[in-house]
C-alpha cells in the first residue's frame, strides 16, 4: 500500500498493528519483491504535491513482473485538483507492466502495447455525485501482458433520473405511474439513494408549496423496497418568457462561476468546512470536488428559482 494526499499524515496504526503482511512504501522502502513480481511505489507525505512523482520512481527489474502504485492526477482528468500531475504516456513507457493508481474516484484504464494503466476507482460511492463508484480491479499478468477486470462491490447505489410530470393526469393514474418510475430506478439488488428532478408542466402542482414533491415521492418510496430518496427537485414548466429570463439568469451564473474570483472564494470556503469536519469527512469537501458541487449549486438554484416565478 502507499498513502494518498489525504493520508499522508495519518497514523495507519492507531487501530492496532497493521500486520506482517501489509506493506506500506515510501521512500526508505520504495520497492518489495512478492514471488515473480516486484511492487514499487512512493507514499504521499502530507504536503501539496505539485510536481510528477515518476521520476523518483525506481527502474524496472529486469525478468520480473514490475507493478507500480501510484496516488496521482493522470492527464485526461479535468475537474481535480492536480496532486502530483502525471503523464499517461510517461507512465506507459517507464517500463513497468501494470500501474495501479489512485486518487480519481472515477474508473479509467489506459493501455499500451506493453503495459496497462488503471485508476480502479472506489468500491463504494459516498455520495449522490459518485453514482458511478461501487467496484475492486481484478488484474491478471502473464506472458500475455495484463488484464484488469472490474468487479462490483458497492453495497449502496446512487443514481439521479428525472420525472415527467404531464399537464394533465388522474391522480390515481399519476400516483401508479409514479411509484413504478421509482421502483424502476433501483440499481439491481443493490439499495438505491435516488436524487428526482420533477419536470413538465405537471410539476407546477408542487412547486407552490415548498417539500410538497419531497413528501408526494417520499411516501410513495417508503413502500418501495431498497428505494432511498436522497433528495426531489422540481423544474415546473413555466411561461416561455419567464422560461427565457431563468436561462439568461442560468447562463450569467455560469459565466460568473468561471471567474478566479469566485472560484478562489469557494476554495476558501471549502478549506473553512474542511477544518470544521471530523477527518475521515473532509474529502467530501475536497478541493478536486469542486467543478461538481459548482454544478449541482447551479442546478438547485436554477431549480428554485423556476418554483419562484410560478405563481
Not at 414548466?237 to 427565457?244: D, F, I, K, R
Request: proline fraction near 6%; aromatic fraction near 4%; hydrophobic fraction near 40%.
Amino acid at each position: 500500500m502507499i498513502r494518498g494526499n489525504h493520508d499522508g499524515l495519518l497514523d495507519h496504526a492507531r487501530y492496532g498493528p497493521l500486520g506482517e503482511n501489509v506493506l506500506l512504501l515510501d521512500r526508505e522502502r520504495p520497492t518489495v519483491d512478492i514471488g515473480e513480481a516486484s511492487f514499487h511505489g512512493l507514499s504521499h507525505g502530507g504536503q501539496p504535491e505539485t510536481q510528477s512523482f515518476l521520476p523518483q520512481y525506481p527502474q524496472p527489474v529486469l525478468g520480473r513482473i514490475n507493478v507500480g502504485l501510484m496516488h496521482c492526477s493522470p492527464d485526461g482528468t479535468s475537474g481535480h485538483d492536480p496532486y502530483a500531475p502525471c503523464s499517461i504516456s510517461d507512465l506507459l513507457g517507464h517500463g513497468y507492466d501494470y500501474w495501479a493508481l489512485g486518487h480519481i474516484h472515477k474508473r479509467q484504464e489506459w493501455r499500451s502495447d506493453g503495459a496497462l494503466a488503471v485508476m480502479s476507482g472506489i468500491p463504494q460511492g459516498r455520495h449522490i455525485r459518485e453514482a458511478n463508484g461501487g467496484s475492486v480491479t481484478l488484474v491478471d499478468i502473464d506472458g500475455l501482458g495484463a488484464r484488469a477486470e472490474a468487479l462490483p462491490v458497492g453495497l449502496v447505489a446512487f443514481r439521479q433520473m428525472e420525472l415527467p410530470m404531464p399537464a394533465e393526469e388522474a391522480q390515481d393514474v399519476r400516483t401508479d405511474r409514479v411509484r413504478k418510475a421509482l421502483a424502476a430506478g433501483r440499481s439491481g439488488d443493490a439499495p438505491t439513494v435516488l436524487r428526482v428532478m420533477m419536470s413538465g408542466p405537471g410539476a407546477q402542482v408542487f412547486s407552490a408549496q415548498s417539500g410538497e414533491a419531497a413528501r408526494f415521492l417520499g411516501a410513495l418510496a417508503e413502500d418501495i423496497e431498497g428505494v432511498h430518496l436522497d433528495r426531489v427537485l422540481v423544474r415546473a414548466g413555466n411561461m416561455p418568457e419567464t422560461a427565457a429570463l431563468v436561462s439568461d439568469l442560468a447562463m450569467a451564473m455560469r459565466e460568473e462561476v468561471k471567474s478566479p474570483g469566485f472560484r478562489d472564494e469557494a476554495e476558501r470556503i471549502l478549506a473553512d468546512l474542511r477544518d470544521v469536519l471530523p477527518s475521515e469527512l473532509r474529502e467530501v469537501l475536497d478541493a478536486g470536488e469542486l467543478d461538481e458541487l459548482i454544478e449541482e449549486g447551479l442546478a438547485a438554484v436554477a431549480a428554485r428559482l423556476s418554483q419562484a416565478q410560478n405563481p
